[in-house]
């Protein structure tokens, strides 16, 4: 009785395991790593830094504003 070597040559498939639904992190994660996904990634990045920088800058340079006030005041006295 000669054996098909071919048939032994492909490994048996499973229906039930080739269509299983694909996870949610698995699907973010490709989107984050593809060309779309990291320019979105880098411009809510520059967005979200200059909100900070505003955010941190803004006691500051409302220090400097009222010691300006204040020598103007002075020299124009």
Avoid: W
Wanted: proline letters at 4%; hydrophobic letters at 45%; glycine letters at 4%.
């Amino acid at each position: 009785m000669p054996i098909d070597r071919i048939s032994h040559l492909i490994a048996p498939t499973n229906d039930e395991t080739d269509h299983r639904p694909r996870s949610f992190y698995r699907t973010f994660i490709q989107f984050i790593s593809s060309n779309l996904g990291l320019a979105i990634v880098v411009v809510a990045y520059s967005i979200g830094g200059a909100f900070l920088f505003i955010l941190l800058e803004q006691y500051i340079e409302l220090q400097n504003c009222q010691q300006a006030s204040c020598m103007l005041k002075v020299f124009c006295e």
